[in-house]
C-alpha cells in the first residue's frame, strides 16, 4: 500500500492488545464497560489478545486501518474461508 500522504510504500505489520480494539469518538479516556452503537470495534479479544492489520509509513509516521478489509481483524481471518 502507498502512503497517501507522501506517496511511499508502507510496511504492513499489526497492532496487538489483550484486549479488543475498539475506536470511540471523542478523547475522554474512560474505562470501557460496554461498546455502544457508535463505537467501532476493531478486533476482538480472542484467548491470545486482540490483533489489527495496519500499514505504517516511516517516514511521516502515519498508520492505516483499512477497516472495510474483511482481513484487517487478524483475529476472524480464516486463510481457507474467503
Known amino acids: 500500500m502507498d502512503c497517501p500522504y507522501c506517496g511511499k510504500e508502507m510496511e504492513e505489520g499489526m497492532i496487538q492488545n489483550r484486549y479488543p480494539l475498539i475506536w470511540r469518538k471523542g478523547t475522554n479516556r ?3 464497560k460496554w461498546v455502544s452503537k457508535e463505537d467501532i470495534t476493531l478486533s476482538r479479544s480472542i484467548v491470545n489478545g486482540a490483533a489489527i492489520k495496519v500499514f ?10 483499512d477497516c472495510a478489509d474483511p482481513h484487517s481483524d487478524l483475529n476472524n481471518y480464516d486463510p481457507y474461508h474467503y
Open 56 to 65: 505504517y509509513c516511516r517516514d511521516c509516521k502515519k498508520m492505516i486501518i
Open 30 to 32: 474512560h474505562e470501557i
